[in-house]
């Protein structure tokens, strides 16, 4: 199965993929988490991409599109993946489309997690993240739960950038809802509800 996960920012991409991967093994592909690696590590494409990822902005398609290209051919996304964080635009997604077709694969259609704006922003203004193992959480976690490892608040996580986020999102992701929809391929879940709550919908959507 070769999902996308669709959502704006802080909607619970992350919290429901990881629970997919923890339940049923898919090769979770986050951007959003590579980008933050590329960063860590300081690498040219790290360079590149912090001052973006720091304004809130997208950063260039050339530096993204061929990064996912290589990890969905990857052995462990070869019986199917779950892209978080990508595609965020029309372009992306059709560079998405092309690529799996040259596979022989097809994207089997994209969930939209749908969370209002008033609820991202606080959401992401208490988000903290591990430093160690990447769990998502929130400012009650003192320490990671998964692995005991500090936790700390993302870059983009502060007001102004939550802002520029959601504009976004708002601009150049949020047409991909019916890019999907005209090829009968979105599902939607109602993302303001409790974790399990949303995931059990998760599952029934993607009939797991
Ligand atoms: P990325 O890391 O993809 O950020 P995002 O899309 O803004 O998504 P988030 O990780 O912020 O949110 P999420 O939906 O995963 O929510 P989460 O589960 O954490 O991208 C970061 C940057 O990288 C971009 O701004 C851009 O610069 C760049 N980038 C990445 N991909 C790119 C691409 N394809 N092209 C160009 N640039 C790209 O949850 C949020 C919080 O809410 C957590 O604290 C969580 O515990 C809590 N929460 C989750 N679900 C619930 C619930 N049901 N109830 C209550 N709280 C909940």
Redesign the pocket.
């Known amino acids: 199965m070769n999902i996308v996960l669709l959502?704006a920012?802080?909607?619970?991409?992350?919290?429901q993929g990881q629970r997919l991967v923890e339940e049923f093994g898919f090769a979770h592909i986050?951007?959003?988490d590579m980008?933050r690696a590329a960063v860590k590590a300081n690498s040219e494409l790290g360079q590149k991409a912090k001052s973006?990822?720091d304004a809130?902005?997208?950063?260039p398609d050339e530096l993204?599109i061929d990064l996912v290209k290589e990890r969905i051919s990857q052995p462990d996304a070869a019986e199917g993946s779950m892209l978080?964080?990508?595609?965020?635009n029309i372009a992306?997604a059709e560079a998405l489309d092309a690529a799996l077709a040259e596979m022989g694969r097809e994207l089997d259609g994209a969930l939209l997690v749908d969370v209002a704006a008033d609820v991202i922003v606080s959401?992401?203004s208490?988000?903290r993240t591990c430093r160690a193992c990447g769990f998502?959480?929130?400012d009650k976690h003192e320490v990671c739960p998964r692995c005991g490892g500090e936790m700390y608040q993302r870059d983009?996580d502060k007001p102004e950038t939550i802002k520029n986020?959601l504009d976004v999102y708002e601009s150049q992701t949020a047409p991909l809802v019916s890019y999907y929809k005209e090829q009968g391929k979105l599902w939607a879940v109602d993302?303001d509800?409790?974790?399990d709550e949303?995931y059990a919908d998760v599952k029934k959507a993607l009939s797991l």
Do not use: C
């Not at 920012?9 to 919290?15: D, E, H, L, N």
């Open positions: 959502g920012p802080g909607a619970g991409k992350g919290t986050s951007t959003g980008l973006y990822m809130g902005q997208l950063v993204i978080d964080g990508f595609p965020r992306q959401r992401l208490s988000r998502t959480g929130s983009d986020r993302g509800r409790p974790v949303v």
